[in-house]
């Protein structure tokens, strides 16, 4: 049985740290629009400079560019027994396409997890992320520590993105607020959003509530 999910939450809400857990749990792959931006920088491309200045100052990347990347990768092979989406959609328009972009595949979404965590607690997360550009682990120096500041447990040096300065995740809320809380009525009037308390516990307890939804 296929099982298609949608991770919706604020940046910082540990939808990366939960789709990695889910991944393990139902081996479906984890589509990380960040990630996939990150990527097409790293590599150059055409997408990658266009998306670069929003990223840089925690806007949301124009929803064509976005719609694009995600409607390539959900027809490949590995799809075919469910994904995660993790941070996509994130408007209203991107829910659009994604609903028309499935329908195409005879498809539908089975559950939109939103992970809900305040304001405060998300920039006291954000501010000590780290993460591995080797194995995707990730970390935060206090809550989730790595084996030392800067290395990952596969030994590979670790990162601090640049959007996850103060000033910049700050935006990124501002933007979240804005742009994408407006999907959790969408779906709730779709009778699809599964509210997660993401805040005031850890990774392990938050994953069990999501285990309970998938069943
Ligand atoms: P998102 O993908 O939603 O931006 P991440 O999964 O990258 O979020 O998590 C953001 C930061 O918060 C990371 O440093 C991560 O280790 C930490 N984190 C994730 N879940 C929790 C939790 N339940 N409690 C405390 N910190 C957490
Ligand atoms: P977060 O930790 O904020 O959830 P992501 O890694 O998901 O971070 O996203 C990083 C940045 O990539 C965003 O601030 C935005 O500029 C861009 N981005 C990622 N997903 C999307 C999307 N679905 N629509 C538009 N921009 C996106
Ligand atoms: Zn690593």
Do not use: W
């Amino acid at each position: 049985m296929s099982m298609n999910l949608i991770f919706l939450g604020p940046p910082g809400a540990g939808k990366g740290t939960q789709a990695k857990k889910t991944v393990e749990q139902c081996s479906v792959p984890q589509l990380s629009t960040g990630d996939m931006l990150r990527a097409a920088r790293k590599d150059g491309t055409a997408l990658g400079k266009k998306a670069a200045g929003y990223m840089d100052s925690g806007k949301l990347v124009p929803d064509d560019l976005v719609v694009g990347i995600v409607k390539e990768r959900i027809v490949r092979d590995d799809c075919s027994n469910g994904f995660i989406l993790d941070g996509f959609p994130r408007t209203l328009g991107q829910a659009a396409s994604l609903d028309r972009m499935l329908a195409e595949i005879d498809q539908k979404i089975d559950h939109v997890v939103d992970l809900v965590v305040d304001d405060e607690e998300l920039v006291g997360r954000l501010t000590a992320r780290r993460s591995c550009s080797a194995c995707g682990n990730i970390y935060h120096l206090q809550f989730n520590p790595p084996p030392s500041p800067d290395t990952c447990e596969c030994g590979k040096g670790l990162v601090q993105r640049e959007d996850d300065n103060e000033t910049t995740v700050r935006s990124r809320l501002e933007v979240y607020h804005s742009q994408t809380a407006p999907l959790q009525d969408h779906y709730e009037k779709q009778g699809l959003r599964r509210k997660i308390d993401g805040g005031g516990r850890g990774p392990d307890e938050v994953f069990s509530s999501i285990k309970e939804i998938l069943g």
